[in-house]
T-cell receptor, first 116, second 113 residues
Framework: ETGVTQTPRHLVMGMTNKKSLKCEQH?????MYWYKQSAKKPLELMFV???????ENNSVPSRFSPECPNSSHLFLHLHTLQPEDSALYLC???????????????FGSGTRLTVV | GNSVTQMEGPVTLSEEAFLTINCTYT??????LFWYVQYPGEGLQLLLK?????DKGSNKGFEATYRKETTSFHLEKGSVQVSDSAVYFC????????????FGKGTRLSVIA
């Protein structure tokens, strides 16, 4: 257990379904992230939240919709996905200090998503 | 922009062999450098880090030294074990901007008994 919990661990969904991925951390971190990990491709940063405010959206299609209701929880809402969206979705959190920099990320175990 | 380049895998070694995984970076500021490890079926775990030039990060027998002159952060271990089989990711975060981590493509290591 890393301190970052992702649910579900596995998800199979049809292209017309709507589902949500959940991420939770109680490490006192002030930033949370969604990454996509596809086979044979680099980790792709999707979204960044600092103090619950979205600070980065790396040209992610609108069928992915993030939500950060508080500094401990992060969601990724999914709708009308495509088969190429099948991947491991990783959540991470970190504590960043404007003077001291980035302390490194704590990752969850990921949600393995399969779109059929 | 910031980027990380690490050696292509997969790397296959016999138990107790010496390991080096090369990592070089490009950054506009003064980055912090990290190595993460991903075991099968799990997320990434921080292995070690270094925040300034000439710092050496170490953990579980792994070491990496922040070399500003060669913009490198190579990962080394003197004697690998089967349990070290995993994918290793080099990453950087530029400061003082505290940019999100940029990862390399990962290097898969397989250690055989």
């Amino acid at each position: 257990e890393t301190g970052v919990t992702q649910t579900p661990r596995h998800l199979v969904m049809g292209m017309t379904n709507k589902k949500s991925l959940k991420c939770e951390q109680h490490l006192g971190h002030n930033a949370m992230y969604w990454y996509k990990q596809s086979a044979k491709k680099p980790l792709e940063l999707m979204f960044v939240y600092n103090f619950k405010e979205q600070t980065e959206n790396n040209s992610v299609p609108s069928r992915f919709s993030p939500e950060c209701p508080n500094s401990s929880h992060l969601f990724l809402h999914l709708h009308t996905l495509q088969p190429e969206d099948s991947a491991l979705y990783l959540c991470a959190s970190s504590h960043t200090d404007v003077n001291l920099g980035n302390y490194g990320y704590t990752f969850g175990s990921g949600t393995r998503l399969t779109v059929v | 922009g910031n980027s990380v380049t690490q050696m292509e895998g997969p790397v296959t070694l016999s138990e107790e062999a010496f390991l080096t995984i090369n990592c070089t970076y490009t950054a506009t500021g003064y980055p912090s450098l990290f190595w993460y490890v991903q075991y099968p079926g799990e997320g990434l775990q921080l292995l070690l880090k270094a925040t300034k030039a000439d710092d050496k990060g170490s953990n579980k027998g792994f070491e990496a030294t922040y070399r500003k002159e060669t913009t490198s952060f190579h990962l080394e271990k003197g004697s690998v074990q089967v349990s070290d089989s995993a994918v290793y990711f080099c990453a950087l975060s530029d400061s003082p901007q505290n940019t999100p981590l940029v990862f390399g493509k990962g290097t898969r290591l397989s250690v055989i008994a």
